[in-house]
């Protein structure tokens, strides 16, 4: 049974990433991987999938920390919260919690007080 958030997130990532396909075929070189660029296209299409090894570098070389959540395989109960973020929230929360010498500058954008 094929993961549908897959594709999506592979694209998602690897945009917020600044990456390119051929940046990212080139990557994976690195790694004695040989993926083409319409290989990787055919990933974030949902035409084909990464094998389980790919997948982890993938999200490796991407930043992705919790790959259970990222990829809709942590039970609902365990991540639901009352506020329904959207996929693009959720990331910027990833990502806010990730940089956190970037939180004062985050807050006087934001006009949020620090208590």
């Given at each position: 049974m094929r993961n549908e958030r897959i594709p999506t997130m592979l694209r998602y990532y690897r945009k917020l990433n600044y990456l390119s396909v051929k940046q990212v075929s080139s990557?994976?070189?690195d790694y004695n991987i040989v993926a083409a660029p319409k290989t990787?296209?055919?990933w974030e299409h949902?035409?084909?999938q990464p094998?389980?090894?790919t997948l982890m570098l993938l999200c490796e070389l991407y930043g992705i920390e919790d790959i259970l959540q990222?990829?809709?395989y942590k039970d609902e109960k365990s991540t639901k919260t009352d506020l329904n973020l959207t996929l693009e929230?959720?990331?910027l929360i990833t990502q806010y919690r990730k940089h956190p010498e970037m939180h004062s500058a985050i807050h006087k954008l934001l006009e949020i007080q620090s208590k």
């Open positions: 990557l994976l070189k990787i296209y055919a949902g035409t084909t094998s389980a090894d990222v990829f809709g929230e959720e990331c």
